[in-house]
């Protein structure tokens, strides 16, 4: 597609139960990223995929959350026993070259 | 200290004033500044991204860096409602984006 694709575009939740997020990057594009942006706060780095490499890791912020990569394209960001503190906008962004990364709409997730 | 930072504001100017948003950063390594877009409950959009230090302009927008100090800027010359809007700064090198906070700017009709 022309741009980075998110879905769902709004998620509702209760507390306690599994969540998945999509991203599906610009097409050729090797490196995708996913984000996390809080009421009033900055961008928060969760994790980024680079081609067939072991993705890092170091933003995740509990072992609830994981995600993986499948045929080097979709990404599925996964939060497992949602908590209330997990409500934020979740954005997924991909590149191919340094200097520029490209957002998808995001992912607003509100955990009740 | 944060790696990137950026007056929250908010901040408002009258229609067709020039804006001046700022950026400071502690990385040395970051090779690569840009400067994001983002409208209420949208994603950020990638404005315009330069390399090391110097100016880039694009349409009413100029980017600036100027790495002895550490500082980015953003102008908007002619501003108008629509920019209003949060605008992030970034840094980056190799697969390493860091975010400024983002700057609140309205522009008043």
């Known amino acids: 597609g022309a741009g980075v694709s998110q879905s769902p575009s709004n998620k509702v939740t209760e507390k306690g139960k599994d969540v998945e997020l999509r991203c599906d990057p610009i097409s050729g594009h090797t490196a995708l990223y996913w984000y996390r942006q809080s009421l009033g706060q900055g961008l928060e780095f969760l994790i980024y995929?680079?081609?067939?490499?072991?993705?890092?890791k170091s933003g995740l912020p509990s072992d609830r959350f994981s995600a993986e990569r499948t045929g080097g394209s979709v990404s599925t960001l996964t939060i497992q026993r949602t908590q209330q503190e997990d409500s934020a906008v979740y954005l997924c962004?991909?590149?191919?070259?340094?200097?520029?990364?490209?957002f998808g709409e995001g992912s607003r997730l509100t955990v009740l | 200290q944060k790696e990137v930072e950026q007056d929250p504001g908010p901040l408002s100017v009258p229609e067709g004033a020039i804006v001046s948003l700022n950026c400071t950063y502690s990385n040395s390594a970051f090779q690569y500044f840009m400067w994001y877009r983002q409208y209420s409950r949208k994603g950020p959009e990638l404005l315009m991204y330069?390399?090391?230090?110097g100016n880039k302009e694009d349409g009413r927008f100029t980017a600036q860096v100027d790495k002895s100090s550490k500082y980015i800027s953003l102008f908007i010359r002619d501003s108008q409602p629509s920019d209003s809007a949060t605008y992030l700064c970034?840094?980056?090198?190799?697969?390493?984006?860091?975010f400024g906070p983002g700057t609140r700017l309205s522009v008043l009709p």
């Open positions: 962004a991909s590149n191919r070259g340094p200097g520029e990364l490209f």
């Open positions: 970034a840094g980056n090198y190799g697969q390493n984006f860091v």
């Open positions: 330069t390399y090391s230090s």
């Open positions: 995929f680079q081609g067939n490499s072991a993705p890092d």
